[in-house]
């Protein structure tokens, strides 16, 4: 009886190396699939950037412009408080 107990054990470790490198290949194609998914998230992203810049909707380069006070409009802010005086 030991010795038929003798190559069920030397055919575990077997099995475990196997377990192993299926579970191994398992993981480098779920990663294959997740860096294939962010390749394309990641142009997609480079289409909307792009097709954002040449539409004029981004914030680079645009200045603000500054709107020009009346006096009336400055007396009123500081009468106000909202411009501390000099």
Do not use: H
Not at 7 to 25: D, F, S, T, Y
Not at 60 to 77: D, F, H
Request: aromatic letters at 2%.
């Amino acid at each position: 009886m030991e010795q038929e107990n003798k190559p069920e054990e030397e055919n575990k470790p077997e099995e475990k190396v196997v377990g192993i490198l299926e579970q191994a290949r398992q993981e480098r194609e779920q990663l294959e699939k997740v860096r294939e998914d962010v390749k394309k998230d990641l142009e997609e992203l480079r289409e909307l950037k792009a097709v954002e810049i040449l539409s004029g909707k981004t914030e680079a380069g645009k200045t603000e412009e500054k709107k020009e006070e009346t006096p009336q409009e400055y007396a009123k802010k500081v009468m106000a408080g909202e411009i501390p005086l000099k």
